[in-house]
């Protein structure tokens, strides 16, 4: 009775119908696609298997004053890239920079990942609630999405970063922030679409057959929500990790010690006249996760919602 439903209206002979799918055309129309949905993969594992790969490196998080020069900065050109060092050493404390950036990588997937869960399991629960329930809930439901959306939640979270405990996992503090303010977005796709739903023949049919309004819900309008649902998700990814990196770059996201891409590059700009490499790696990670996550995202949208190719 419930037909699976894409984010543009009905179904079209090529939509794709789940996201392994989706996925699976996706790379194989696009090189592009393929080579960013390589980069993603390798930046995971590089996260997942840190430990490992500094391992093999042979460094760690500990200082190696050996390293540097008199000055403080890197002893070898080029930042201290070496064999031992593989992207250099951090200036002043001579830390591994392949290390930083590989445990960087774990932190910043990990809220990026957190954050975007929790956003759109609020944003699905409460979407999808307005748009069914209506009345006096929909219209708390948009007033208060429409306050979130313009409050300047950047400048909260600094200060919510500044006077939360220190002994407040941080990476936990990060995921709930950033999901409470980003279930707005996913709600507002969430519920418009049940309401297109809601008003079609399956619906109805299966009120007048004596569905009660759990059933309604679970059986027929949630699996027609999996397309808005991972297209939203796959792009919010991207912009929860640039959050993090820019929360860390103001110095209200992850504390000392714990590795962070944006703390590393708001270091790297004291040196960046004098060392240029120091910045180079981690703005980099920070550029190739954040281009392949929406240039998958883009891609997923085009293969579960055909209508949506050529939009601006």
């Known amino acids: ?5 894409p984010l543009g209206g009905d179904v079209s002979p090529g939509a794709a119908r789940s996201l392994p799918v989706a996925l699976l055309r ?4 696009d090189a592009w696609t393929l080579t960013c ?3 993603a ?6 996260a997942a298997g840190a430990d490992l790969w500094v391992a093999i490196e ?12 008199p000055d403080g900065l890197p002893a070898r050109s080029l930042g201290g890239v070496s064999g031992d060092h593989w992207f250099g050493v951090q200036p002043l404390n001579g830390i591994d920079l392949f290390a930083v950036v590989a445990y960087g990588a774990r932190v910043s997937l990990l809220v990026g990942l957190g954050a975007t869960l929790l956003a759109t399991v609020l944003g699905v629960l409460i979407g999808a609630s307005a748009g069914y329930i209506g009345g006096w809930w929909d ?3 948009s007033w208060s999405s429409d306050v979130i959306l313009g409050f300047p939640s950047l400048i909260f979270m600094i200060a919510l970063g500044a006077v939360a405990p220190i002994e407040f996992p941080r990476q936990l503090l990060l995921i709930v922030v950033l999901g409470l303010f980003g279930w707005p977005r996913v709600a507002r796709i969430v519920r418009a679409q049940v309401l297109s739903l809601g ?3 399956f619906v109805s049919a299966s009120k007048v057959m004596g569905g009660g309004t759990w059933h309604v819900f679970v059986k027929q309008l949630l699996p027609n929500l999996w397309a808005p649902i991972i297209i939203v998700s796959s792009l919010t990814i991207p912009s929860m990790i640039g959050n993090e990196a820019a929360l860390s770059f103001l110095g209200a996201g992850v504390l000392p010690p714990t590795p962070s891409w944006g703390r590393t590059i708001s270091d790297a700009i004291d040196f960046f006249e004098t060392d240029p490499m120091y910045l180079i790696f981690p703005g980099l990670m ?3 996760i954040t281009l392949a996550f929406n240039v998958v995202g883009d891609s997923i949208r085009d293969e579960l919602d055909p209508k949506s190719k050529g939009r601006g």
């Open 58 to 69: 042979g460094q760690d998080l500990d200082p190696d004053l050996t390293a540097l020069g």
């Open 286 to 288: 920070l550029f190739l």
């Open 41 to 46: 993969v390798a930046i995971v594992m590089l």
């Open 199 to 201: 008003k079609r023949n």
């Open 1 to 5: 009775m419930s037909d699976p439903l």
């Open 37 to 39: 949905a390589l980069m």
């Open 139 to 141: 219209r708390v439901v």
């Open 26 to 29: 996706a790379v194989r129309r």
